[in-house]
């Protein structure tokens, strides 16, 4: 191979000039220049056992080590103090120099480069291309040169090995069944810790004979319930494992590494494929109960309402208990590949550190299965990765497992990504990346283990990329061969993961092959008595109020109130609290002005703003001793500057929050302003809400539409989690709504979508009105003994409206799901018009009305739209008998609440003895857009939806 100029210049004269240079640089690397410094830096990065050379023997005493005793290549000897010893060349130092920095060089290589020619690929199609760094031609060597004895200080464990012997070793630990990708790391901690566990055994595990019989059992257990269910289920889609057996000793190991390690608990994600054969032997889930739901049976009792689903979405938690060791497990149930279970399970994690006092967050782990598509191409992925070190977000690491199919649905990787390899958005923090070959299922189980306790010693994200296959397509129905004929025409041929590792073991004599087929034996033994009792079998309970959920139920029948008010004393102690600040704490002087009319808010029990209400609604949750967490894009100010729960000091920027200091062994309250993400930060609090029921999380939205962005999160998890999966949640989502003209994307929270996936008594959706309403709003989250997520369109231009009073939150208040009349109007039987609103367009048609003296309108406000209030509403209209009744919105005809609530009203006028049958609407027309985004228009719009409303026909 031709010389490069990288090398040249370690020739000739500059040899000598450079092995100089480097014995300064070891004993003082600040006392050479920079630029040198970086080039040895490169050369000795990982080299830890090169820095014991620094007080160690000079280049010509490296040279003579070298070189050896017997003087070759050295000038004739002279006596020293009556000793003959070698006096070395000029030459020969230069060229012992010159080869330990090329060594170096190349060790170095296959620390950053190693894996591109690793043997990953199971079905050999993809073959490594050489790569030249890694070749010692590169780095000027020659053939003459390989059985030179080089010295290398201790690197990779050799002293005085010749080129050929470090050539062989590097090709052992780097370019075998495993390429580890770590050189990215900024921290020298981390890569040196890599770098030991991975060269010191030469990137292999030396496995006892017991671990290797115990290996195969694993292995059968997992292709042989594959094939089981083949069988007795043929052409029945269940997104089996087959060509990735490997991953479940691999968890298996990664449980019992942690359990060892201290981890108390591991909550897993996954998608589908291989999710039945990780909940049956994984997750310990009874395989009767999984071929019972094959026959068409339910996975809960028959008495427990909800959709169910398919069974490779749902989740079970258990305890697995490795060399004494219990770990608890639970697998979040999850709809589809789309990632969408990253956040949650990080949220989980943080929710049961909080339970466990895990501060180190070293009890509690998560740990992610992912495709290597999507893996690739989902962008919760890097939204969940950039999490990692945020604060309010820190987990101590995920550990990622991807099952590395080499292939999306159809298409392959050259089209589904633009780098090398599936996993490199991980590098983005850092993280360590094992690439595996599935088919060594030692390797694997190495990796595995080195993981997880990387996991564990530095409380970072780690991947272990596992390269394998799909032996049946994207399910057992699909026909892959229509799009990748050569690599099922190859996996045709391809002995199982199973077959090969034990043919290895009967060859070595670890077993012998009775033994191998004894196993598969008893085995298949076990799944034909589970099959004969799935038969008969029935679920005797559910699992939803379990746990963290024990004394939950489920929600009754009547108004759910809830005692959501706080005595009037308490409110005035918490707002003494939320108005005080550290002496010595430098306030910003607008806020000076601020806190001193909150304090008269408190002092006349008058006036109270939106977000005065709310931090007393926190203040009396977090004093009566449960947590508060409040993330989303900017909270701690608030994106109106309406909160200001979060102080910042002027001069040190310091951080106070008032809340948090209301009285001795309250609760915390977690204001985060959160990266700006609203699929990751809104899965991540949604995850942390189903952990922990004692708690009230809530996610705000910069702007109500920027939900759109995680409108994934919604669909599949918070408003059809209970009836799909019996999972639970108290998630309040904040979103400002409002028309004051902002244009299409500023306005609209999409009201209408929250709407029309109402159904079965899923969530809760409101448009509130006034302060006291949503303090009331928020307890109710807590005061009651079920759960339920809530929607809130949160006003934007009145969030600094004072409407309420202190005392609509003090004894005898409650949440009011409908306001009636509130003014002084003709006798009710006079009244023309009913115009039913929602949230703060109220207030306009309230004001409009008492301008134009108005007597015979009468305006009810409905806070809550669903459940809808029936029972309330109905007790309103009963009273106006010879009214019309209008439903007034600001939102378009095709928008906001009227096509959700248009049948509901009829519904309850039709049983009423009075003369209004049907609602009339009120208000824009339809539009594609939300909103416009002329300020003129606007205006001229709103005028006419407040005129029509007020105007009686």
């Known amino acids: 191979m031709a010389q490069t100029r990288e090398a040249t210049f370690l020739y000739g004269t500059n040899s000598a000039f450079i092995a100089e240079l480097y014995e300064h640089y070891l004993s003082d690397p600040n006392g050479v220049d920079q630029s040198w410094r970086s080039f040895f830096d490169e050369l000795r990065d990982d080299a830890v056992s090169v820095q014991a050379e620094v007080k160690g023997p000079s280049w010509q ?15 004739p000897a002279k006596k020293t103090n009556g000793a003959t010893a070698p006096v070395l060349s000029e030459e020969a130092v230069k060229q012992a120099a010159t080869d330990s920095i090329r060594a170096l060089q190349l060790i170095r290589a296959y620390r950053v480069r190693g894996h591109l020619e690793a043997s990953l690929d199971p079905l050999g199609l993809h073959k490594p291309e050489p790569h030249p760094e890694l ?3 590169h780095y000027g060597f020659t053939d003459a040169d390989y059985d030179r004895p080089i010295y290398i200080a201790g690197v990779l464990g050799l002293e005085n090995a010749t080129l050929r012997e470090i050539y062989a070793v590097l090709r052992d630990t780097y370019c075998g069944s495993v390429g580890v990708e770590y050189m990215h790391i900024q921290d020298p901690a981390q890569k040196a810790w890599i770098q030991e566990q991975i060269e010191g055994a030469l990137n292999r595990a030396n496995f006892p004979a017991t671990e290797k019989t115990e290996l195969l059992e694993r292995l059968t257990a997992a292709e042989s319930f594959e094939r089981f269910l083949d069988k007795r289920f043929t052409g029945t889609k269940r997104f089996g494992l087959e060509g990735g057996e490997t991953m479940i000793p ?4 990664i449980i019992r590494t942690a359990g060892r390690l201290g981890v108390k608990e591991i909550v897993l ?6 999710r039945l054969n990780t909940l049956a032997n994984v997750m310990g889930k009874r395989f009767a109960a999984i071929f019972s739901e094959f026959q068409g049976n339910p996975a809960n009792p028959e008495d427990v309402q909800g959709s169910g689903d398919v069974k490779y979405h749902l989740g079970t938690s258990s305890d697995r208990e490795f060399e004494g060791n219990t770990v608890h497990l639970s697998l979040t149930a999850n709809p589809s590949h789309l990632e969408a279970v990253n956040p949650l399970v990080l949220g989980k994690v943080r929710a049961k550190q909080r339970q466990r006092g ?11 299965i992912h495709g290597d598509a999507a893996f690739a191409g989902q962008g919760l992925v890097a939204e969940s990765l ?5 604060k309010g977000y820190r987990t101590g690491g995920t550990i990622h497992f991807i099952i590395n199919n080499q292939i999306g649905f159809t298409t392959a990787p050259q089209y589904a990504r633009s780098g090398p390899y599936c996993s490199d958005v991980a590098k983005s923090i850092q993280a360590p990346i094992f690439h595996v070959n599935g088919d060594d299922p030692e390797a694997v189980v190495h990796v595995c283990r080195i993981a997880t306790e990387f996991r564990q010693v530095f409380k970072k994200d780690v991947v272990v990329d596992m390269f394998c296959y799909r032996r049946h397509g994207h399910n057992e129905t699909d026909e892959p061969a229509f799009t990748q004929p050569l690599m099922y025409r190859k996996i045709a041929t391809q002995p199982t993961t199973r077959q090969i590792y034990a043919e290895k073991l009967v060859g070595e004599g670890t077993l012998d092959q009775a033994k191998s087929d004894q196993i598969v034996t008893d085995f298949l033994s076990k799944m034909e008595a589970e099959f004969e009792a799935g038969k008969s079998y029935k679920p005797n309970k559910a699992d939803w109020f379990e746990g963290a959920w024990a004394g939950f139920g489920l929600a009754p029948d009547d108004d759910r109130r809830g005692n959501t008010a706080v005595p009037l004393e308490t409110l005035k102690q918490i707002g003494k609290a939320l108005t005080t600040v550290p002496e010595g704490f430098n306030l910003n002087r607008k806020l000076v002005r601020l806190f001193q009319e909150k304090a008269k808010m408190f002092e006349t029990g008058e006036g109270f703003d939106w977000g005065t209400a709310e931090a007393l609604a926190f203040g009396s949750i977090a004093a009566d001793g449960m947590f508060v967490r409040l993330s989303g894009q900017d909270v701690g100010r608030g994106t109106f500057s309406h909160r200001h729960a979060v102080l910042v000091d002027q001069e040190t920027e310091q951080t106070y929050l008032p809340v948090n200091n209301i009285r001795e062994g309250q609760a915390q309250v977690e204001i985060i302003d959160s990266f700006l993400s609203e699929a990751a930060v809104l899965g991540f609090d949604y995850g942390y809400s189903m952990a922990e029921p004692r708690a009230l999380v809530l ?10 962005g995680a409108q994934v999160i919604i669909d599949q998890f918070i408003t059809s989690a209970e009836s799909k999966w019996l999972r639970m949640s108290g998630i309040v989502m904040l979103l400002p709504h409002g028309y004051e003209g902002q244009g299409p994307e500023h306005s609209s929270a999409r009201l209408e979508r929250y709407l029309q996936m109402c159904g079965e008594d899923n969530i809760q959706v409101c448009n509130i009105s006034n302060p006291a309403n949503y303090f009331h709003a928020l307890r109710r989250q807590v005061c009651r003994n079920f759960r339920k997520p809530l929607i809130i369109m949160s006003p934007k231009s009145m969030l600094r409206a004072k409407l309420s009073n202190l005392a609509d939150m003090a004894e005898g208040t409650t949440f009011h799901r409908v306001y009636g009349e509130a003014e002084k109007l003709v006798a009710d039987d006079k009244v023309k018009r009913v115009v039913l609103c929602s949230g703060k367009l109220y207030h306009e048609l309230l004001a409009a009305r008492t301008e134009r003296k108005i007597k015979d309108v009468a305006l009810v406000r409905v806070e809550q739209l669903y ?12 009273r106006y008998t010879k009214a019309e009744v209008v439903w007034c919105q600001e939102e378009h005809q095709n928008m906001g609440a009227w096509t959700f609530v248009d049948r509901r009203i009829e519904t309850l006028l039709s049983g009423l003895d009075i003369k209004a049958k049907r609602p009339v609407y009120v208000g824009r027309a339809e539009s594609a857009a939300t909103a416009t985004g002329s300020m003129k228009k606007h205006v001229a719009q709103q005028q006419k939806v407040i005129d029509d409303a007020l105007t009686l026909r």
């Open 269 to 274: 994600g996954m998608a589908h494929r291989g």
């Open 699 to 708: 996610w705000e939205g910069q702007f109500g539409d920027f939900a759109n």
């Open 867 to 878: 459940p809808f209030p029936f029972n309330a509403l109905g007790k309103e209209l009963k």
């Open 358 to 368: 895990d501060i180190e967050r070293t009890q509690v782990v998560g740990l992610l």
């Open 135 to 137: 070749h010692p031609e």
């Open 386 to 390: 950039d999490l990692t070190e945020l």
């Open 61 to 75: 005493k490296i040279a003579k080590r070298i070189i050896g005793s017997d003087g070759a290549g050295a000038a």
């Open 250 to 253: 691999a968890l298996e190991e």
